[in-house]
């Protein structure tokens, strides 16, 4: 006897005899009978499937692929693709409004992509289709460059296998200048969110046959063309780089703009470099996630490179690799490392001079960088959909691994231009006789020594996290590492007086000793994340070992933050 209930039950026939896909309609009737001779884990997971629809956010869609209204598949791609139609043309009022679709490499991508283009064709769109897969900032780019008024990418960017996602761009006449080529925020969401619920029967979509363009080769090679006029031509280009696309879509124009731009020694990790939506070598396909770049690091290691490039499967994400010569060992630089080296370098070497911007959970040393030469710096909330839109911006970041270097051009994190910058800054570092890691020691010299890490706590049930939120708020510590806690403010109590923020679920410490912590929830995991950031004085003309006091200071500080911030959240 099935454990489904008969409202249960009715609404999973209902979605099988409307779902258009054979073979997530096949698996639902498995599942179907699975629980009807009492499979546990069946009754489970149809539950899961059906217990809401995918949420669409500023993110738009992502999640596994499955099927039911809280999975990704056909039909819930179906009902988004029109939604953002009828939003474009009834919302907004745009007459054949011009949308572009891109996807990535893995599965079902592309057909999630066709299918968008059939729908919106079909509705009154303009569609140009990517004639094959390509990285998400190419789509970024293709919003402003082509003036569309939206853009999609089918790509789930760094999630596991199973997965898949679905993102959005509005631009052209459906946005306002701040947001040309930028991912969605409210009240957009909300509104496309509105026209997806009020999507009828997934068969009763009219689809078109044909009628949309392809964008084929000349869109990349636009792409190319401008990101590849940013490095100094004159700049020195010895320098040995391996790189790595996670079995992304990366390694193809990664490639093309390195050598294009006189980076001759390149060398790709081989059993990464193709597009392979399994992920076969990793884990998990994020440059960040422990064991990712191993394999990276042992050709680097066997061919004595000066750098490792690694962007994340869909490439708008950049991380860089190196020989720390104060461990004698290859580390990841941290988030907030590359995006200081960058901002950095493109203040000093190429001369920007405008708004540089960082999330407010990123480290606050461009900041200073940045005041020192004159610019503004502004903080923003979590998310490129909020950084790229600061006024005036030149360069923005997170400490995510997102680096937006060429804002005129793609208004979005940009893994292949950024990578163009660690290709030169290691190149130049190596041609001045030091490395990344030497022009960080300057920049501590110059600034202090700011230094950051995280503390994530893992929840089983989303209650918790509201659990520990609001211990902090009703008890926050009165000391971190034994300096005390002078400022407590409430993100969620946004003021631009207090703050400068919109309000946000989170909270902001900061400490005599000028160390900072921000608490917010994961917005794509079930976990709570501490941002722990101290800065160290260094000394006038500190030499190495002065400074390496320092740094060994600092790593002290930070850890006995996290542990006073673990005990205040969990009340152990």
Known sequence: MSCLDAALRARVEEWIADDPDLATRAALESLLE?????????????????????????????????????????????????????HLTGDLGLEEPLVVIGFDARHHSADFAHASAEIMTAAGCRVHLLERHGPTPLI???????????????????????????????????????????????????????????????????????????????????????????????????????????????????????????????????????????????????????????????????????????NDPDADRCAAAVLDPHLGDWRMLTGDELGVLLGDHLIRRHGYAGTVANSVVSSRWLGRIAQAAGLEAATTLTGFKWIARAPGIVFGYEEAIGYCVLPEVVRDKDGLSAALMVAEMAALARAEGTTLVGRLDELAREHGLFATSQLSLRVTELAERDVMMARLRAEPPAALAGAEVTTVQDLAEGSAETTGLPATDGVQLAAADDARVIVRPSGTEPKLKCYIEVREEVPAGADEAALGEVRRAASAHLEQITEDMRRALTGA
């Open 34 to 86: 699975q629980a009807d001779a009492g499979s546990a884990p069946a009754v489970e997971e149809i539950r899961d499937a059906f217990a809401g629809d995918l949420e669409f956010g500023t993110a738009g869609l992502r999640g596994r692929m499955a099927p039911g209204p809280n999975r990704m598949n056909l039909a819930v791609v179906s009902r988004a693709a029109r939604g953002l139609a009828d």
């Open 140 to 310: 970024a780019f293709a919003v402003r460059h082509l003036g569309a008024d939206a853009g999609i990418v089918v790509t789930a960017s760094h999630n596991p296998p199973a997965d898949n996602g679905y993102k959005v761009y509005l631009g052209g006449r459906a946005s306002a200048r701040d947001g040309q080529g930028v991912q969605i925020v409210p009240p957009s969401d909300a509104q496309i969110a509105a026209r997806i619920a009020a999507v009828g029967p997934v068969r009763g979509i009219e689809r078109a046959e044909s009628g949309w363009e392809t964008l084929g080769e000349q869109l990349r090679e636009d792409y190319l063309a401008a990101i590849c006029a940013l490095p100094d031509l004159d700049g020195p280009r010895d320098v040995r780089i391996v790189h790595t696309a996670m079995h992304g879509v990366g390694t193809e124009t990664a490639l093309a703009a390195l050598h294009r731009t006189g980076f001759a020694e390149v060398h790709p990790v081989a059993k990464q470099a193709d597009p392979d939506p399994d992920f076969p070598t990793v884990a998990f396909p994020n440059p960040e996630e422990p064991g990712a770049i191993d394999l990276a690091l042992e050709l680097a290691r066997t061919l004595e490179a000066d750098v490792v490039i690694a």
